[in-house]
């Protein structure tokens, strides 16, 4: 019941995108609320993350009777060439459709429903070509090096209750299944600093592949700019079936401390105990630890810039641990103009032909997008990005003796404000 009335309330409120009103309603107050509490909401990202709460809000929004239903979809046509003797070349299709409805109840509480899709599954199980991207497996028999994976098609869909304890004070209950837990900066995908990119962090299973979790439940409490927050979720990452709901597991744990100093500012500090999330190493737990600064800043005349700063740490049962840093920028010098870069660097068991060597690699991206507006709400738009890798001496004769680059060439859509 719930994957039917959160699938066709996002299909819905993706509809009223074409509305030409996007207050309309009923007579009702539209609630501007966050759907953990009483704050802006703008702060709210992926799951139950926080951004700063000057983020642009990027979601249609229309009023129907009591529930305020919000859309938004982002669609990227891919051209990615990878250098090398492990690099290849694909076109494909990612991006998300999100969409939620939104009511208030009595007794100062509220209840948010959330949706999201993906296209990924539709690349093949094999994903596309990313050198130094490793996690996850295409045939549940091998693993995915150099290729990010794809994201199952349901994404997201869950249910949170919010109750107002006063002005600045709130508690929470989020279930999704799929959800994310209380761990790590908001989904790539979700950061202001990074969503433009089409191109996934190779930090990505350091800070946030919890993001698609088959079974979760994350209890909150929420004063003024601070959020303490535990889940209780599935460990294991999801299977190369992308098309399924999962069974949930709820064998792992997950604490997050977040505080939003200012409207430019979002911190977080989490902790994980994963219980097995690797298919192909189903003996091996893992903790994680996980901190991160997102920074955003709105400038006159529809200019504004983004940040993000992460660092995440996998300490396996077995072998050594590893860390991973990202630092992310992206920066709007004109309403239909976008600039992006980002800088990584990982410590990584995945990429050699030895499980117990560990091997420090890193990349730099940066690329451009030029979006053309066709309606309001409607834009598409067209981008390119270059990137540099990075990799230790030990590497470099299977990558053909050097450091290869990449490329990606996009056509962008986007529906939402």
């Given at each position: 019941?719930?994957?039917?009335?959160?699938?066709?309330s996002s299909?819905?409120?993706?509809?009223?995108?074409?509305?030409?009103?996007?207050?309309?309603?009923?007579?009702?107050?539209?609630?501007?609320?966050?759907?953990?509490?009483?704050?802006?909401?703008?702060?709210?990202?992926?799951?139950?993350?926080?951004?700063?709460?000057?983020?642009?809000?990027?979601?249609?929004?229309?009023?129907?009777?009591?529930?305020?239903?919000?859309?938004?979809?982002?669609?990227?046509?891919?051209?990615?060439?990878?250098?090398?003797?492990?690099?290849?070349?694909?076109?494909?299709?990612?991006?998300?459709?999100?969409?939620?409805?939104?009511?208030?109840?009595?007794?100062?509480?509220s209840?948010?429903?959330?949706?999201?899709?993906?296209?990924?599954?539709?690349?093949?199980?094999?994903?596309?070509?990313?050198l130094?991207?490793?996690?996850?497996?295409?045939?549940?028999?091998?693993?995915?090096?150099?290729?990010?994976?794809?994201?199952?098609?349901f994404?997201?869909?869950?249910?949170?209750?919010?109750?107002?304890?006063?002005?600045?004070?709130?508690?929470?209950?989020?279930?999704?299944l799929?959800?994310?837990?209380?761990?790590?900066?908001?989904?790539?995908?979700?950061?202001?600093?990074a969503?433009?990119?089409?191109?996934?962090?190779?930090t990505?299973?350091?800070?946030?592949?919890?993001?698609?979790?088959?079974?979760?439940?994350?209890?909150?409490?929420?004063?003024?700019?601070?959020?303490?927050?535990a889940?209780?979720?599935?460990?294991?990452?999801?299977?190369?079936?992308?098309?399924?709901?999962?069974?949930?597991?709820?064998?792992?744990?997950?604490?997050?401390?977040?505080?939003?100093?200012?409207?430019?500012?979002?911190?977080?500090?989490?902790?994980?105990?994963?219980?097995s999330?690797?298919?192909?190493?189903?003996?091996?737990?893992?903790?994680?630890?996980?901190?991160?600064?997102l920074?955003g800043?709105?400038?006159?005349?529809?200019?504004s810039?983004?940040?993000?700063?992460?660092?995440?740490r996998?300490e396996?049962?077995?072998?050594?641990?590893?860390?991973?840093?990202?630092?992310?920028?992206?920066?709007?010098?004109?309403?239909?103009?976008?600039?992006?870069?980002?800088?990584?660097?990982?410590?990584?068991?995945?990429?050699?032909?030895?499980?117990?060597?560990?091997?420090e690699?890193?990349?730099v991206?940066?690329?451009?997008?030029?979006t053309?507006?066709?309606?309001?709400?409607?834009?598409?738009?067209?981008?390119?990005?270059?990137?540099?890798?990075?990799?230790d001496?030990?590497?470099?004769?299977?990558?053909?003796?050097?450091?290869?680059?990449?490329?990606?060439?996009?056509?962008?859509?986007?529906?939402?404000?």
């Amino acid at each position: 019941m719930l994957v039917g009335l959160m699938v066709t309330s996002s299909l819905l409120s993706l509809a009223l995108l074409a509305s030409t009103d996007p207050h309309a309603g009923h007579g009702m107050a539209m609630p501007m609320t966050g759907a953990l509490g009483n704050y802006p909401m703008a702060r709210d990202a992926s799951g139950t993350s926080w951004q700063p709460d000057s983020t642009p809000h990027a979601m249609g929004h229309a009023m129907r009777g009591a529930w305020m239903l919000m859309g938004h979809t982002l669609l990227n046509g891919v051209y990615s060439w990878q250098e090398g003797p492990r690099g290849d070349e694909k076109v494909f299709l990612a991006g998300m459709v999100m969409g939620s409805a939104r009511r208030d109840l009595e007794g100062d509480n509220s209840l948010t429903l959330r949706g999201m899709l993906s296209p990924d599954p539709f690349m093949g199980k094999r994903g596309y070509p990313l050198l130094l991207a490793a996690g996850e497996t295409a045939d549940g028999a091998t693993p995915l090096v150099d290729r990010q994976h794809p994201h199952d098609l349901f994404m997201e869909l869950s249910a949170t209750w919010a109750h107002q304890l006063g002005e600045s004070r709130s508690l929470f209950l989020y279930a999704g299944l799929p959800g994310e837990p209380a761990f790590g900066p908001p989904a790539f995908m979700h950061r202001p600093a990074a969503m433009t990119s089409p191109e996934a962090p190779i930090t990505h299973h350091w800070l946030d592949s919890t993001h698609i979790t088959f079974g979760v439940l994350t209890a909150g409490w929420v004063r003024g700019r601070w959020k303490l927050e535990a889940s209780q979720f599935t460990g294991r990452e999801p299977d190369e079936d992308r098309y399924d709901i999962e069974r949930p597991r709820m064998d792992s744990t997950a604490f997050r401390a977040s505080w939003n100093p200012g409207d430019n500012w979002s911190l977080q500090a989490s902790w994980a105990d994963v219980e097995s999330p690797e298919q192909l190493e189903p003996e091996v737990d893992e903790d994680r630890l996980s901190a991160s600064a997102l920074y955003g800043r709105a400038l006159e005349g529809g200019r504004s810039w983004s940040a993000t700063l992460a660092f995440g740490r996998k300490e396996p049962t077995e072998g050594d641990p590893a860390n991973a840093w990202a630092l992310e920028a992206a920066f709007v010098p004109a309403i239909n103009w976008q600039f992006f870069a980002r800088a990584e660097w990982v410590e990584t068991h995945e990429l050699g032909d030895e499980d117990d060597v560990v091997h420090e690699v890193g990349k730099v991206s940066f690329g451009a997008l030029r979006t053309f507006p066709v309606t309001a709400r409607v834009s598409l738009g067209l981008g390119a990005l270059y990137t540099v890798n990075e990799v230790d001496r030990e590497l470099r004769p299977s990558y053909g003796g050097g450091n290869p680059n990449g490329a990606m060439v996009f056509l962008q859509f986007f529906a939402g404000t």
